[in-house]
């Protein structure tokens, strides 16, 4: 397995984090935040930095190939069977700092051997695993300075990547056509109700808020909502209250990593000014885990189901 520059790859996708070349039998290359990365076999070591791929994986039936994981996996966002396999997987680490980037060195990820690693972190980056012949995949809407408008779609076109990767595509098939008939029953119009998903930090210090460039606006859209952020093509950035106020949302939705939900909603409810908020003068606050918006996957379907469930969109 070998990552090669971009300019190798046969086949780039504007705006797209990953897409599957025409290799010889055997062999696949998917194109990665502008880098191709060529599989000769499907992988069977594989390191999860990042819970994002695990619905895709458990779609595919190859969580047994993750040997080993880091980070934070919140029981809320999987099933009983989903949650057996994680559970028999080993942690290496769940240490994050304050803003929720996972702590590891690149050591403990090597002594792994893995043939796969699945997500990025800031201590280790690609270029260091390819300079030891271990591939990486991002998640295309994290990839460094990604700027296509992400849709529902990309779940549909990532889990077909990882079908390809993992030679499983007659299984993303499946679940990409359960997950079409997901969205076809969720019913919504668009309504004249708007909204704002942010991530507050707990504790005291910034607020940030998603843009069009995140997945959080499809969802909203998808809801029936007005993404009062729409205009902004960052997907995220910091956000003051004096600018929420100034565009005053009927909806707040709030993305935590972990933790106590009461928390992370006190992060914004007790700013001074903030009962003046439509959103909290009418208790229209939701508390939603990161996975549930961010970044495109299955689990972004569960979280426009919460969000329709919790705010009863009209239909």
């Keep these: ?47 999860l930095l990042k819970s994002a791929a695990v619905p895709y994986l458990h779609s595919l039936g190859v969580m047994d190939r993750v040997t080993a994981r880091a980070g934070r996996y919140p029981a809320e966002y999987y099933d009983a069977a989903t949650l057996s396999e994680l559970d028999r997987i080993p942690l290496l680490t769940d240490r994050t700092d304050t803003s929720g980037h996972l702590q590891i060195s690149k050591e403990v990820v090597i002594s792994q051997q893995p043939d796969l690693v699945l997500g990025e972190v800031d201590n280790l980056s690609r270029d260091t695993l390819a300079a030891v012949d271990i591939p990486l995949l991002e998640e295309p809407a994290l990839c460094p300075g990604a700027t296509a408008v992400p849709a529902f779609d990309d779940i549909y076109a ?20 359960a997950l079409k008939e997901r969205m076809s029953r969720i019913r919504t119009e668009r309504g004249t109700r708007t909204a704002a998903v942010l991530y507050p930090t707990v504790g005291g210090g910034v607020t940030y808020a998603y843009g069009s460039t995140s997945m959080a606006h499809p969802q909203l859209e998808a809801a029936g909502f ?90």
């Design 226 to 315: 007005t993404n009062v952020f729409a205009g902004s093509n960052e997907r995220v950035f910091e956000v003051t209250l004096e600018e929420l106020l100034g565009r005053n949302p009927d909806v707040l939705i709030l993305l935590h990593s972990d933790g106590d939900p009461k928390a992370v909603e006190a992060a914004v409810t007790g700013l001074p000014g903030a009962a003046k908020l439509k959103a909290v003068s009418d208790g229209n606050v939701m508390t939603q885990l990161f996975n549930f918006t961010e970044p495109p996957s299955p689990l972004s379907v569960d979280g426009l189901e919460r969000i329709v469930e919790r705010f009863q969109a009209p239909a």
């Design 1 to 47: 397995m070998k990552a090669l520059p971009a300019a190798a790859s046969l086949l780039l996708l504007a705006g797209c984090g990953a897409a599957a070349t025409g290799e010889p039998s055997g062999t696949v290359t998917v194109d990665n935040c502008g880098v191709a990365v060529t599989f000769d076999k499907a992988p069977e070591r594989v390191v």
């Design 158 to 177: 990532q889990m077909t990547t990882y079908g390809k990767v993992f030679d499983r595509e007659a299984e993303a098939a499946r679940a990409i056509t």
